[in-house]
């Protein structure tokens, strides 16, 4: 497993935009499908978006259809990071948003952060 450390979360108003970072302690990083997802008060955690392992073009990524047009994943992998770029935030968005991690050899994330609040007021 790969520690992982969230940031970027925060109060925002509906509309605005946020940039969440995750940071993955590996230095294999490049082997993980990294994801996001998302729990909101009262409701099961979510999938929110995913990166493939090796992402050249960005077309190896997957997107909730609630986030599908705001929302855009990417990943650096001399960085071992993993970003969410949140644009057009609805009060709906309002979640701990939780970075995810599986290993190329896995069937599952197996690996997650400990969360970042983010709220959206309206």
């Known amino acids: 497993q790969v520690q992982l450390v969230e940031s970027g979360g925060g109060l925002v108003q509906a509309g605005d935009s946020l940039r969440l970072s995750c940071v993955a302690s590996t230095r294999t990083f490049s082997n993980y499908v990294m994801g996001w997802f998302r729990q909101a008060p009262g409701r099961e955690r979510e999938f929110v978006a995913s990166i493939a392992s090796i992402d050249w073009s960005g077309s190896n990524t997957r997107y909730a259809d609630s986030v599908k047009g705001r929302f855009t994943i990417s990943r650096d992998n001399a960085k071992n990071t993993v970003y969410l770029q949140m644009n057009n935030l609805k009060p709906d968005d309002t979640a701990v948003y939780y970075c995810?991690?599986?290993?190329?050899?896995?069937?599952?994330?197996?690996?997650w952060g400990q969360g970042t609040q983010v709220t959206v007021s309206s």
């Open positions: 995810a991690g599986q290993h190329v050899t896995a069937v599952a994330f197996g690996s």
